[in-house]
């Protein structure tokens, strides 16, 4: 594959993209998906009296996220292909957003990851941008976190891939298709 790294691709963008929505339609299709740890580590502690929200304490949330995305690249078999809802660099560009110096660990967990250097990038999409329990932030800030994520890529020599609007069925296909033209 071009700029290939790894058989573990990255699906990423600001919130309300329509990520995790395209890893469903992935996973109809027979694979191997991973869902966004972060948004596991914030339902597991709503109603816990801790530090564990990226609200309370960005950093220590982080660590937590950083840890269990180490586990789960450490557990995936290399010679697969399975898709990332986020990775370890989304950390870096979250932090960013809130204006605090993210660990050089986290780079560095990236760089070691696996990764394919094409990352499918979910842009902001302002039509179907939507709130819930997990996911507080306005339109403006997902805007924000959407330039964010993008510089913590690309200053990480990652490969942005834009998936255009559309279905969720056209951009699953639009993946596929990519993979397909660049093996």
């Known amino acids: 594959m071009k700029n290939y790294i790894g058989k573990h691709f990255i699906i990423t963008g600001a919130p309300s993209t329509g990520k995790s929505s395209v890893v469903k339609g992935l996973i109809s299709k027979g694979y191997t998906c991973h869902d966004e740890i972060a948004r596991q580590v914030i339902k597991e502690n709503q109603n816990k009296d801790n530090e564990l929200l990226p609200w309370k304490n960005m ?5 937590e996220v950083f840890r269990r995305m180490q586990e789960l690249v450490n557990s995936i078999d290399n010679n697969k292909t399975c898709f990332l809802d986020r990775s370890m660099v989304d950390l870096i560009g979250y932090m960013e957003f809130a204006n605090q110096e993210a660990p050089s660990r986290y780079a560095a967990g990236a760089l070691q990851a696996g990764y394919s250097k094409n990352v499918f990038f979910m842009p902001f999409w302002k039509e179907i941008f939507a709130n819930d329990a997990q996911r507080l932030e306005s339109m403006t800030e997902a805007m924000n976190i959407d330039k964010a994520l993008r510089k913590a890529y690309t200053n990480l020599g990652f490969k942005l891939i ?6 969720i069925e056209e951009r699953v296909n639009f993946i596929l298709n990519f993979l397909a033209d660049n093996k």
């Open 59 to 63: 950093l220590a949330f982080s660590d």
């Open 162 to 167: 834009e998936v255009p609007q559309g279905t």
